[in-house]
């Protein structure tokens, strides 16, 4: 006998002996949940309650959470069934708070609480003022009531769409959803205006058939569609997606748990504000305050709620909305999304800016500095025609004079010596000579004085210039131009006109030619002048034409490359061409 005494001491120290109410170190708080907590609703006031208790006081507190399925299991038979489960659950272990969420869920608590938690203080949220007038509060329940005010939504759609014309108010079959539905129609007092229409209890089906054909100047309304007249239930916030989704107008709602799921927005409370008023309720019952000294109190967040996703969705301003409106997702633009995006913008622009003054300079600068060089070859090329005449005008007055002198003397020279045969043939030979110089010397001074372009154009002047050529050279000259040249500007006209000037002094000057041809055509975008002769020449003269063409064209070269065009001097055994392509601008 005294060994088994012994052991039970023994034992005593680990056996889990039941304290005595009020010797408890432990608080607990049954949470009575209407359906399930996977609704996001439930959640946010389950976490931000639990939240609250954990965080704000220095008890122990445990938390039992319950399913009514009361949206499932609507009928009485299954709140029998559920109160039964609670008795039997807690007969052994009373909590200290029991908090009811929703309306059905409250009205369970306080009908059935003497059957499983007889005294036991009532907190109860998520209950609209309406639904807590339709019983008889206990005096040790009290809450947070929240504000259902579909006529502020209402009132909101309307901000948004003031041309709207038509209204649908969508509401299921669960009690819950008739008694929002038998709410909103006692708020919504709709102008005349607006053609009014309630679709509730309806199959789903039904529901999105008819608003997939609604038209632009409609206000949708969801209240609450847990169940559908088919009898099948739906998560709220599902169901405010599809419906959303499927309507071709926008969709208002009364309830948080819609934002975020297509809804526009509404007049709302917030879940996390309330499971947290709601806490400090249930804190302020355990640290010993009589219940029934606490009224139930209005929640104090209700706000116009919008998804700005939405409004940019349906073009619906911002502007409309009313003062201190909540804007939730809305996008971000530009800036917030890169703090740093303006600064390193900025300076990029800056810096652009300064390369683009320096380049606009340059290109100034470079302008400036060609207009100076084409002023200033059109300078030289005046003087040079001025030189070239003033030449040519010397030769023909003063050298030419003294040739046709010197012409005349040796005739008289020759009639004075005629009985002399041989100073007769000298005399015959230099006279020869004299002729033959009489005629290069006009020929020259005619290559030098240029025809005017300004009197007779360039084709004119090509013709009469290359034939005059022909006639004082005795070469035989062809020139081929269909009326080309005045096309061109009289910048570029000089320049072809001094090419032919070029080629041909260079023709008389070096080559043993007999013909001459000179080609002025029009291919596509381009003009072509080509200056070909037949001379033949052997290898040192072919380099000393080179060298001459390079020393009497060079100028006309970078004329031609001024102009973006090109010049080409070739020199063969059977003659010289000399090649100009010019653009036509």
Known sequence: ???????????????????????????????????????????????????TLANQSPLKIETFNEFLDLAQFPDAAQRRRAVGHLAERYAQARPDVML?????????????????????????????????????????????????????TMALAQRLQPDARHLVVIAGAAPFDLTLAQIARGQLRPEDRFDARYLVGLPIETILDEIGRLSRDTIVILLSLIKDGAGRNFAPPDIAEEI?????????????SYLGRGVVGGHMDSFDAIGAQTGELVLRILRGEDPRSIPPQMSTTPAFRVDGRQLERWSLRESDLPEHTVVMYKTASLLDQHPNLVPVASAAVLLQSAILLLMLNQMRGRRRT?????QSEERRDILQDEERARIARDLHDSTAQHLTAIGLALM?????TAADSGARDALEDIRGLLKQASKELNAYTYLLHPPSLQRDGLDQALHRYVQEFGR????????????????????????????????LANLYRHASASRVSVNLRRVGRRLHLV???????????????????????????????????????????????????????
């Not at 989704?245 to 009364?254: D, E, L, T, W």
């Not at 060609?370 to 084409?374: A, E, K, S």
């Not at 081929?480 to 070029?502: A, C, M, T, W, Y």
């Open 531 to 585: 200056i070909s002769d037949d001379g033949g020449r052997s290898k040192r003269e072919r380099e000393r034409c080179s060298l001459a063409a390079g020393e009497g064209m060079q100028q006309i070269a970078a004329r031609m490359q001024q102009y973006g065009g090109t010049l080409d001097v070739r020199s063969r055994s059977t003659g010289t061409t000399v090649h100009a392509v010019m653009p036509l601008r």
């Open 1 to 51: 006998m005294r060994r088994l005494l012994s052991f039970v001491l023994c034992l005593l120290p680990v056996m889990e002996i039941p304290p005595v109410r009020g010797q408890e170190s432990h608080q607990r708080v049954l949470f009575l949940f209407p359906n399930s907590d996977e609704f996001p609703s439930a959640a946010a006031v389950s976490t931000a309650l639990r939240n």
């Open 100 to 152: 009811a969420l929703g309306p059905d869920t409250l009205k369970t608590a306080v009908s059935s609480r003497g059957d499983f938690a007889p005294a036991v203080p009532i907190v109860f949220c998520c209950v609209s003022a309406a639904h807590f007038s339709s019983f008889e509060r206990p005096a040790d329940a009290t809450g947070i009531l929240s504000e259902f005010n579909v006529s502020e």
């Open 472 to 503: 004082r050279t005795g070469l035989k000259t062809t020139i081929r131009s269909n009326d080309e040249g005045r096309k061109l500007s009289l910048q570029l006209q000089q320049s072809v006109l001094r090419i032919v000037q070029e080629a």
């Open 244 to 256: 959303a989704r499927a309507s071709s107008a926008p969709v208002y709602g009364p309830l948080a």
């Open 412 to 416: 008289r020279s020759k009639e004075e």
């Open 370 to 374: 060609q207009r100076l060089l084409t």
